[in-house]
């Protein structure tokens, strides 16, 4: 029973995902805000027939119609209301993956109300306590309302817990398959073995049923409109992977949806990756017209980011040289020994899909190292101009009466004035001393 009265966000998201443009616009936004990047995710469109026009957030191509999915069950399917049903996490898996996909069905909430999570594509055909029988008497107008493309069914459980026979489940089943093709003579079955239940009794029964869909898959196997076996059952465990025994908690949803879509994805058209956008490089430092002097020191900081992907390495140059490297963050390399000359500066990202960058040229220079001091200088003639001859570190000086040199002026002694710091007593004397 449909309830009467929802959650106001419930119908707001049921309203915009009726769309298919508009609930795959809903989702690169829910997507990329989960992502931002990130990281970077694996970006693909759908590559099929023209048909109407659905946006496809991977790579913005609206040339390609959803394939429309009918998820087909009872409570499992369904899920309560304030849970999210394996349908969640596997629509998500789908539209990350970059699949192009519609769940179609004439229920859009859970039993009782909305799911924990309503943002994703809500339609089904799940039905809360319904056995296949039940199930059947509404397919056709289901079938031919909706014409899905690929149908998956998971039903049985309640034929098993309320006493139906195998044989009885397995020809409405059957006929389950019969309608669907009637109304899309191409649907493709992926036909699940149910998972398991904590009662002993019923889980005898479910293996019974189990054990016959295998041969039922085969007989209704044909070109054109496969039966495929999905088994939900090898690795489910009703003890840890449901919250009563009976329907799945988050951790048996989330397995279910992974075995769900390891089997869809063989029938879905296949997805190339959208282009891979180039990545982003500034060079801060060092800035344009710095000066240095050589030989230099120069520190190269560069900021880079793809939006789509992963930078995998920054060079840096001066003209067509190349320098040096970074593979990791902080971005950076040092240039030691640098020599004299006017350079133009560049920095150059590379992603991970191999596309390049190269940042905007900062131009320097570096000047010419000064001259350096003498090193061999040789003492060449000393005079202590009012004074004897002395020795100064090991040079001779010449005193007051030495030729060959005039001077201006009276000499002029002071013995007393106090030197600070002090020094030797030749030198005291000299500085003593002034011409």
């Known amino acids: 029973m449909r309830p009467a009265r929802v959650a106001s966000h419930a119908l707001l998201f049921h309203f915009l ?7 795959s616009i809903i989702t690169c936004c829910v997507v990329l805000g989960a992502v931002a990047g990130a990281t970077g995710a694996n970006n693909r469109r759908v590559r099929g027939n023209s048909a109407p026009p659905a946006f496809n957030c991977a790579s913005l191509h609206l040339d390609t119609a959803p394939v429309k999915i009918m998820p087909i069950g009872n409570s499992i399917t369904q899920a309560a209301a304030g849970r999210n049903s394996y349908r969640r996490p596997l629509w998500q898996k789908l539209t990350t993956a970059g699949y192009n996909v519609d769940f179609v069905g004439s229920v859009n909430l859970n039993y009782g109300g909305p799911p924990l999570n309503p943002d994703f594509d ?3 055909e799940g039905h809360w306590g319904w056995r296949a029988d039940q ?6 107008n289901w079938a031919k309302t909706y014409r899905p493309d690929i149908a998956l069914l998971h039903v049985g459980t309640n034929d098993m817990f309320q006493g139906h026979s195998v044989s009885s489940t397995l020809d409405e089943i059957s006929q389950l398959i019969d309608t669907l093709r009637a109304a899309n003579p191409g649907v493709t079955i992926l036909l699940a073995t149910l998972i398991p239940a904590a009662n002993v009794e019923y889980n005898l029964r479910i293996n019974e049923l189990n054990s016959a869909l295998p041969g039922l898959a085969t007989a209704k196997n044909r070109a054109g409109s496969p039966v495929v076996l999905v088994n939900q059952n090898a690795g489910f465990n009703a003890a840890s992977d449901t919250y009563d025994g009976t329907h799945p908690n988050s951790l048996g949803e989330n397995k279910m949806a992974n075995v ?3 089997s869809l994805v063989q029938f879905l058209p296949p997805v190339e990756p959208s282009p891979n956008m180039p990545p982003g490089i500034s060079l801060m430092t060092p800035a344009s017209n710095d000066t240095y002097t050589a030989p230099a020191s120069i520190s190269f900081t560069a900021t880079a980011s793809d939006n789509d992907g992963q930078v995998t390495k920054v060079e840096f140059f001066a003209g067509a040289l190349k320098l040096g490297e970074s593979t990791a963050a902080p971005w950076s390399f040092t240039w030691n020994n640098a020599s004299e000359g006017n350079y133009a500066l560049t920095a150059r990202v590379t992603d991970n899909g191999g596309a390049a960058t190269t940042s ?3 131009g320097i220079t570096i000047r010419p190292a000064p001259a350096p001091a003498p090193t061999d200088t040789v003492f060449y003639r000393g005079i202590n101009l009012n004074g004897d001859a002395i020795t100064l570190d090991g040079n001779n000086w010449a005193g007051k009466t030495a ?3 005039t001077t201006n002026g009276g000499g002029f002694v002071n013995t007393t004035m106090a030197l600070v710091p002090s020094t030797d007593q030749t030198r005291t004397a000299m500085i003593r001393s002034s011409v």
Not at 17 to 23: A, E, I, Q, V
Not at 135 to 140: D, F, H, I, P, V
């Open 403 to 405: 030729t060959n040199y």
């Open 260 to 262: 769900w879509y390891n």
């Open 122 to 124: 809500m339609d089904h």
């Open 360 to 362: 905007e040229p900062v």
């Open 135 to 140: 199930l059947l008497a509404g397919m056709a």
């Open 17 to 23: 995902f009726r769309s298919p443009l508009l609930r």
